[in-house]
């Protein structure tokens, strides 16, 4: 069911094909899913048929053929390709409004355009280094996971942006256990999954082949594994990576989580490297982004593909009916005291 309140979309760099795609969106999707693009009007594509709106509600109300945009005037203009550093402290004012707007209950769930980290700390000293980071910051968490979905893979990094030499030390039993129970957790209520299916990626080759390749799996994962498949946990694993993936496995489980970024994106990108999503649990609201870059060498040209970004709002559109419903339901609970309502 389609939440009552619109996706704040922010506009992520201006000089990207963040402005352009959000305009191919729209017509793609229309009113069968609400939106308010959040940026300056001005850094749209010339001839973009728009509507101001002051709030977001405003936005329902919306021709289907034209874009809803909350206004948040920069200080410069939008080159293609260019990428303006006085810009760089709008576009960060932007993600802190679609936060505030989202956790004031103005928005069902927040989708950011891509942004350039470098551009960011370049031109406004931003200390974080990407947009999930800052929305931890923002929201007040100390860890959040990143996960990349699409329909027929979800997979989870343990381990994100360090050097492949970095990882076996970074990888600790602490955090690969609070990834996953964030990962349950998200799944759960934000994608309505009741008793989640995880499969865990080995460190080494072949899962270590019994400490022949590598001990992290007796040192670390297994241990870990083992304890949480005591309190309940479907988890099956250390798994060989090269042979958790191909279609019939995928059957198994409802999320793979993987020990370090290429081990993870390497097979959702090659199953659906357009419409790949890019989701952060363990936020006290719902976000998700296309999974990928601001494409400077293409922006202006029409050749952004959009596709991405539909995925990521018509996924931010389920997860946001999925998290009203656990909580309608956790809310019922809670007023009757029944026991059987939280199973």
């Not at 760099?13 to 939106?35: H, K, M, Q, T, Y």
Request: hydrophobic share 45%; aromatic share 4%; glycine share 10%.
């Amino acid at each position: 069911m389609t939440p009552l309140r619109p996706i704040a979309l922010t506009c992520g760099d201006p000089s990207g094909v963040g402005p352009e795609i959000a305009v191919a969106a729209r017509a793609a999707l229309g009113n069968a899913l609400p939106l308010v693009w959040i940026g300056d009007p001005g850094h749209l594509p010339p001839g973009t048929r728009l509507c101001l709106v002051e709030n977001p509600a405003q936005a329902l109300a919306v021709a289907a053929d034209h874009l809803p945009v909350l206004p948040h005037r920069f200080a410069a203009a939008a080159v293609p390709g260019r990428p303006h550093p006085e810009n760089a402290r709008g576009v960060i004012e932007v993600i802190a409004r679609a936060v505030d707007l989202v956790q004031a209950g103005h928005a069902s769930a927040v989708c950011t355009a891509p942004i350039s980290k470098v551009d960011l700390k370049r031109g406004a000293g931003f200390a974080f280094p990407g947009h999930t980071e800052f929305l931890a910051h923002l929201a007040g968490v100390d860890r959040v996971v990143m996960m990349l979905a699409c329909p027929e893979l979800r997979v989870v990094p343990v381990t994100i942006h360090l050097p492949l030499a970095e990882v076996p030390a970074a990888l600790t039993p602490d955090l690969l256990e609070a990834t996953i129970r964030l990962t349950v957790a998200g799944l759960i209520r934000d994608f309505g999954i009741a008793a989640p299916r995880l499969a865990v990626c080995g460190l080494n080759p072949h899962a270590g082949e019994g400490g022949a390749m590598g001990s992290e799996e007796i040192t670390v994962i297994a241990p870990v594994l083992d304890r949480l498949r005591a309190e309940g946990l479907t988890i099956a694993g250390p798994l060989s990576a090269d042979t958790m993936f191909h279609a019939g496995m995928r059957q198994t489980y409802d999320t793979a989580v993987a020990m370090y970024h290429d081990q993870a994106l390497i097979p959702i990108k090659t199953i659906d490297f357009a419409g790949g999503v890019n989701v952060t649990l363990g936020l006290p609201f719902i976000r998700t982004s296309p999974d990928h870059g601001t494409a400077f060498d293409i922006a202006g040209r029409g050749r952004a593909d959009p596709t991405s970004l539909i995925a990521a709002l018509r996924m931010a559109n389920l997860m946001a009916g999925a998290r009203a419903a656990a909580e309608q339901q956790e809310a019922w609970r809670r007023s009757t005291g029944c026991r059987r309502c939280a199973r």
